[in-house]
């Protein structure tokens, strides 16, 4: 099965339904950027710390798995060159839309992450990769090639799922699955999951993710955690998300 090409599709039509994370910013909010106010997120509620970033203008950066309008139009006004990839057609294009509203340049590129990233060794300055990897079965082949395409001393921030949410059923009320969560190897997780348009998702160990950093060669320098933003976990203040800084040394 080519879970990429499902959860491609799942994306597309999440769009379409109005999915959270794939409404483009408006025009305001990025003229607010343009003036120096703005915020950006890697998980759903708290805004990544300004401090995390740098100086912005002139620095290529890359949206990993970062399409849909939403964060590579800050970084643009912000004077960073920006480059985005996904896998999502729909988030690709709400990315030209907003480039082209506003005009600015951005390279689009429709893209697997499963696969080598399409970059030559230190492209980049800094790679930015919200909440995307539960989307995909190996995560350590990923941070290995953002150490690749990272110039030294380059920044990979990255949001993830720790792996809570998949234990829960759809309401959050009683524990449902059992981890690792990984429709590839149940069948009846499968048919699930696509009976239900959950697109094909994967838990992640907090070992797989941040260990895998370390192990790609990364140094941690900074992490917060998150919630979900709504819901039974999020009213427990239950932490379900992380986010880190690293860099290439």
Known sequence: MDYQEINADTIDRWCREGWEWGEPISHEVYE?????????????????PHEWFGQLKGKKLLGL???GGQQIPIFAALGAECTVLDY???????????????GYQVEIIRADMTKPLPFPDESFDLI?????N?????????????????????????????????????????????????PLRD???????????????FSHTLEEQI????????????LYEDTNGQG??????????VATRSVKE
């Open 32 to 48: 607010k950027a343009l003036q120096g106010d703005w915020d950006v997120l890697l998980t759903p509620t708290k805004p990544v």
């Open 65 to 67: 798995a970062s399409g």
């Open 88 to 102: 999502s057609p729909q988030q690709c294009e709400s990315e030209r839309m907003v480039a082209e509203r506003e």
């Open 128 to 132: 930015f990769h919200p909440v995307s």
């Open 134 to 182: 539960c989307y995909i079965e190996k995560v350590e082949p990923v941070f290995r090639e953002c150490y690749r395409i990272l110039k030294k001393g380059g920044v990979l921030l990255g949001g993830y799922d720790t792996g809570i949410n998949f234990i829960y059923d759809e309401i959050e009320n009683q524990i449902a699955y059992s981890l690792p969560y990984n």
């Open 187 to 201: 069948r009846a997780l499968c048919e699930e999951s696509l009976k239900n348009n959950w697109g094909v998702q």
């Open 211 to 222: 260990g895998g950093q370390l192990q790609a060669g990364f140094r941690l320098t900074h």
């Open 232 to 241: 039974n976990l999020h009213e427990h203040n239950v932490p379900t998300f």
